[in-house]
């Protein structure tokens, strides 16, 4: 299995980004697909979650702002982030889970003030 993240940046204060993952030797669809974020110092912590059923779970921290969507189509989840603040900050990694947990690599997200 391998996840494939993209679409970080550095990106002002109010402003927007996408996220994308995409999978490949495994069908999205069928995992839990979850977006992380690790700021300096920091644990590593949930954003947001969509289960097989579509239904999506938000940090508290991010609702209201952030939207993540699943298309199947491209095998890909992605991770709309609007109204961003510099304490959204951090690396940003996709994991899968069914029976196993997978990683991507990470991308940067950077917010200025």
């Known amino acids: 299995v391998q996840l494939q993240a993209s679409g970080g940046g550095l990106v002002q204060a109010g402003g927007s980004l996408r996220l994308s993952c995409v999978a490949s030797?495994?069908?999205?669809?069928?995992?839990?697909m979850g977006w992380y974020r690790q700021a300096p110092g920091k644990q590593r912590e949930l954003v947001a979650s969509?289960?097989?059923?579509?239904?999506?779970n938000y940090a508290d921290s991010v609702k209201g702002r952030f939207t993540i969507s699943r298309d199947n189509a491209k095998n890909a989840v992605y991770l709309q982030m609007n109204s961003l603040k510099p304490e959204d900050t951090a690396v940003y990694y996709c994991?899968?889970?069914?029976?196993?947990?997978?990683w991507g690599q990470g991308t940067l997200v950077t917010v200025s003030s």
């Open positions: 969509i289960h097989m059923n579509g239904e999506a």
């Open positions: 030797g495994t069908i999205v669809s069928v995992n839990i």
């Open positions: 994991k899968s889970r069914r029976y196993l947990d997978y």
